[in-house]
């Protein structure tokens, strides 16, 4: 099979790799789209610690090509599309056993991020993966497979925004108007919220509006803690989001939240510099701070529900497409900061 391997920092090539043997309790995917995300461009960029050489993809749809002798025919067969949970899960610790297997003891210790004497990575960006069943999630057949390759970024929002406990008619202000922002807002509008977008770009902004935000602004224009107050009252936002990955922005994020509201870090810091927080204003003004972090087992699921049933816009961040053959083109056109989702098809 052809691979799209990583050898190094902004080192791609198409190579070929033998095409995985099946266990009993496996399937053979054959891998039709994968989208890439800012993840895909620091390891490109050689900004991970994750061993080379490495076949990355992580956001990947395709179809059930053969079965293993003991997959349920009542689930699965040959020709259903399909998507994988990707986190690597030993389903053993205390995290797997309490639901939270995007915690898992074992993920970054695992093969998929380290694995200096073979290949690390997901895999997405190979023409073949082998799959346990329980970790394959179907999707109806008309769904296009670059709609069905966004499940794993809809999961991630999924599991954000359920962590946050939007109440109805609560003021949400997400911070980014990019791909995971977008999916921010029209999760946030469908919990019925009232959605304020902070996000420079012009287009990034119209963008917004018309996947149902509420109120956009520019940040950089004026005081922007004084306009969020004076769009809520004086208060501020019960629930923050913070999308991007700049560290002063995840200062600004705990200025915009109100008395008693939740500042969510959905991004990773880069670089994963610290940030001062007035712990005072934690301790009297009740807020309270926190993390979210890849898709549970549950919001994998709650994604391709949210997809396969139309109840968000994934085309719409759709920005281009390229095949395999041309991956160092797509990874180059998608780190560029004013692109939206980039996605790498195979034949």
């Known amino acids: 099979m052809k691979a799209v391997v990583e050898v190094g920092a902004k080192e791609i ?5 033998p095409t995985p043997e099946i266990q009993a309790d496996e399937v053979l995917m054959k891998v039709r789209a994968n989208g890439l995300c800012t993840n895909d461009f620091r390891d490109y960029a050689g900004e991970s610690d994750y061993t080379f050489p490495r076949v990355g993809g992580h956001e990947f749809s395709g179809e059930i090509v053969r079965i293993g002798s ?5 689930h699965f067969n040959v020709g259903d599309h399909v998507v994988k949970y990707i986190i690597p899960n030993c389903g053993e610790c ?5 639901g939270r297997p995007n915690l898992c003891n074992k993920v970054y210790t695992s093969t998929t991020f380290q694995n200096p004497d073979g290949i690390s ?5 190979a023409q073949y993966i082998a799959v346990k069943s329980k970790d394959l999630y179907k999707y109806p057949k008309e769904i296009p ?11 991630c929002v999924v599991n954000s925004v359920e962590k946050a406990g939007i109440a109805l008619g609560q ?3 997400i911070i980014g108007g990019g791909v995971m922002g977008l999916l921010h807002v029209q999760l946030a509008k469908l919990r019925g919220a009232r959605v304020i977008v902070s996000e420079p770009n ?7 509006q018309n996947l149902g935000a509420d109120i956009t602004f520019d940040p950089t224009e004026g005081d922007a803690i004084e306009f969020v107050k004076q769009q809520t009252e004086g208060r501020g936002a019960e629930i923050v989001f913070n999308t991007t990955a700049n560290p002063n922005v995840a200062q600004q994020a705990l200025d915009f939240t109100a008395k008693g509201g939740r500042t969510l870090m959905f991004s990773s810091m880069h670089p994963n510099e610290p940030v001062p927080t007035d712990m005072g204003a934690v301790h009297s003004q009740e807020r309270t701070i926190t993390g979210t972090v890849s898709p549970t087992i549950a919001t994998f699921y709650r994604a391709t529900q949210l997809i396969a049933k139309g109840l968000v816009d994934v085309e719409t961040l759709l920005d281009k497409t390229f095949n395999y053959t041309d991956a160092t083109e797509a990874f180059e056109y998608g780190a560029r900061p004013e692109t939206l989702k980039t996605m790498i098809t195979f034949d």
């Open 145 to 155: 497979y670059t709609k069905s390759a966004f499940t794993e970024p809809v999961a």
């Open 121 to 125: 990575g997901f895999f997405g960006l």
């Open 13 to 17: 090539v198409v190579q070929e790799l």
């Open 202 to 208: 012009k287009d990034r902004q119209e963008l917004a």
């Open 94 to 98: 205390h995290y797997c056993k309490t």
């Open 171 to 173: 003021d949400v202000l």
């Open 70 to 74: 003991k997959v349920d025919s009542d």
